[in-house]
């Protein structure tokens, strides 16, 4: 079964704007990760959250955790063209090396 | 390398025959995943290889798919009499430490059965 979700599905804004996508999850976790997928670099790690880590920055990324609901957000502020692509939650499982992933946010910045 | 590589970028076969994927990781690596990725979806997790310990399987569709690596270096994902619905992307990426920290994926490889 799944374990992280992300919503919405697709957004789409006009470049210079915030973009916002959610994650939820099922069960406990160690950490939770984003990545990014476009056509021209394939999947790339963004961030890593621990669970004991309640936000984190990386330039115009920040995510954020809250364990009690089992939901992360990633905002990624000022957006730009080249931001367009699918993000995926990615959470650790019982079998600590296996990542379960969601269906990913597909995302467009329009010019 | 400087990063995970895979080959062919683009494999298009007919039903029935079998294919190899192949997979470079990042030299130093010890685990190394493959997933599958049907169009629109997420990733599937199909095989983990960490080192020289058996590999876990457990995320293979059926007894048509195997994997290998050898050591800690190369793998190559079989798919024997393929069928229409194994048609997707195949995924391999590394990861420095085997555990559910940072991995590093490949381009892929896009298969297409018809």
């Known amino acids: 079964s799944q374990q992280g979700e992300e919503d919405p599905q697709a957004l789409s804004i006009q470049e210079g704007e915030n973009a916002t996508m959610n994650c939820s999850y099922k069960t406990s976790i160690n950490n939770l990760q984003w990545y990014r997928q476009n056509s021209g670099r394939g999947l790339v790690h963004l961030i890593l959250?621990?669970?004991n880590e309640r936000e984190k920055h990386s330039g115009r990324l920040r995510v954020t955790l809250d364990t009690s609901k089992k939901s992360s957000s990633l905002l990624i502020t000022a957006s730009r063209a080249a931001d367009t692509a699918s993000y995926f939650c990615?959470?650790?499982?019982?079998?600590?090396?296996?990542?379960?992933w969601g269906a990913g946010t597909k995302l467009i910045i329009k010019p | 390398g400087a990063g995970v590589s895979q080959s062919p970028s683009n494999k298009v076969t007919e039903k029935g025959k079998d294919v190899e994927l192949r997979c470079d990781p990042i030299s130093g690596h010890t685990a190394l995943y493959w997933y599958r990725q049907r169009l629109g979806q997420g990733l599937e997790f199909l095989i983990y290889?960490?080192?020289?310990?058996?590999?876990?399987k457990s995320g293979l569709p059926s007894d048509r798919f195997s994997a290998e690596r050898t050591g800690e270096s190369v793998s190559t994902l079989t798919i024997q009499r393929t069928q229409q619905e194994d048609s997707a992307v195949y995924l391999c990426?590394?990861?420095?430490?085997?555990?559910?920290?940072?991995?590093?994926f490949g381009p892929g490889t896009r298969l297409t059965v018809t």
């Open positions: 959250i621990r669970s």
């Open positions: 290889f960490q080192g020289n310990s058996a590999p876990d």
């Open positions: 990426a590394s990861s420095g430490i085997g555990g559910s920290g940072e991995q590093y």
């Open positions: 990615a959470t650790d499982s019982s079998q600590r090396y296996q990542l379960i």
